[in-house]
């Protein structure tokens, strides 16, 4: 089917507008970029096209009416769910981040002291640190 110069025929049984039939074909052309697998074989190449195609052959469920606020019910807590446990992992992961940053500050640290020390025996004139000679000054 050549939808550029076929004009589009709803079944008005499936799908009872052209809104809805674009909102159908965006949501699923979204599907189809995240990587679902196409419903209809076609030579289409773009998503909006296949999903286009995919909403007019009726291989896709509508949802109208009370039918459609349950589902989309059913899918906030779902996604609740999802964000939930997400943060949940995240607080654990948090705790033993702080104790591995603790970790690695203080061998940081450690580490940088050295390099200074090691720094100011090289420049210092006979064997004498810069902190051990601005001691003796004073």
Same mark, same amino acid.
Request: aromatic share 2%; no cysteine; glycine share 4%.
């Given at each position: 089917?050549?939808?550029v110069?076929?004009?589009?025929? *709803?079944?008005p049984?499936? !799908?009872d507008?052209r809104?809805?039939?674009? *909102? ?9 970029? &995240? ?14 096209? *296949? ?18 606020? !349950?589902?989309?019910? &059913?899918?906030?807590?779902? &996604?609740?769910?999802? !964000? ?12 033993e981040?702080?104790?591995l940053e ?16 090691? *720094?100011?025996?090289l420049?210092?004139?006979?064997? &004498? ?7 003796n000054?004073?």
């Amino acid at each position: 089917m050549d939808i550029v110069t076929l004009p589009v025929e *709803i079944d008005p049984a499936k !799908i009872d507008s052209r809104y809805r039939l674009v *909102i159908l074909a965006t949501q699923r052309a979204k599907m189809l970029s &995240e990587g679902h697998k196409p419903l209809v074989s076609t030579k289409a190449v773009k998503v909006s096209t *296949i999903a286009l195609d995919e909403a007019l052959e009726g291989k896709l469920e509508v949802l109208t009416g009370e039918e459609a606020r !349950i589902a989309r019910q &059913e899918a906030k807590k779902v &996604e609740a769910k999802r !964000i939930a446990a997400e943060a949940e992992r995240r607080e654990e992961m948090g705790a033993e981040l702080s104790a591995l940053e603790k970790d690695l500050k203080f061998y940081l640290n450690e580490k940088e002291e050295k390099e200074k020390k090691a *720094i100011e025996d090289l420049f210092s004139p006979g064997g &004498e640190t810069v902190s051990d000679a601005k001691k003796n000054k004073k």
